[in-house]
Nanobody
Framework: QVQLVESGGGLVQAGGSLRLSCAAS????????MAWYRQAPGKQRELVAQ???????TYADSVKGRFTISRNNAKATVYLQMNNLKPEGTGVYLC?????????WGPGTQVTVSS
């Protein structure tokens, strides 16, 4: 069982930056796939950024060049650096770890981008 807790969300003006963190209980392994998703009001949950050992990092087209996913295995933490935020980036950001066929989710952290 892996428990995830996201932090770092908040209110930011368009063009600003935030760094989200996702702390995992226990150990994360290099083979774990890590991802950040966004749940905007009235919309489906969408994949924002992902890292897998096979495919490396991938990003949604809407955030390419502005967001960066990274991980620190020693700290069992995954990060999402978000630069040049836009109002459409508003939503709850959720961390996901996929270990084998089992996925784990955190409760999410709210990001609100004002125009």
């Amino acid at each position: 069982q892996v428990q995830l807790v996201e932090s770092g969300g908040g209110l930011v003006q368009a063009g600003g930056s935030l760094r989200l963190s996702c702390a995992a209980s226990g150990t994360i392994f290099p083979s774990d796939a890590m991802a950040w998703y966004r749940q905007a009001p009235g919309k489906q949950r969408e994949l924002v950024a992902q890292y897998t050992i096979l495919t490396g990092t991938t990003y949604a087209d809407s955030v390419k060049g502005r967001f960066t996913i990274s991980r620190n295995n020693a700290k069992a933490t995954v990060y999402l650096q978000m630069n040049n935020l836009k109002p459409e980036g508003t939503g709850v950001y959720l961390c996901n770890i996929l270990r084998g066929r089992i996925g784990y989710w955190g409760p999410g952290t709210q990001v609100t981008v004002s125009s």
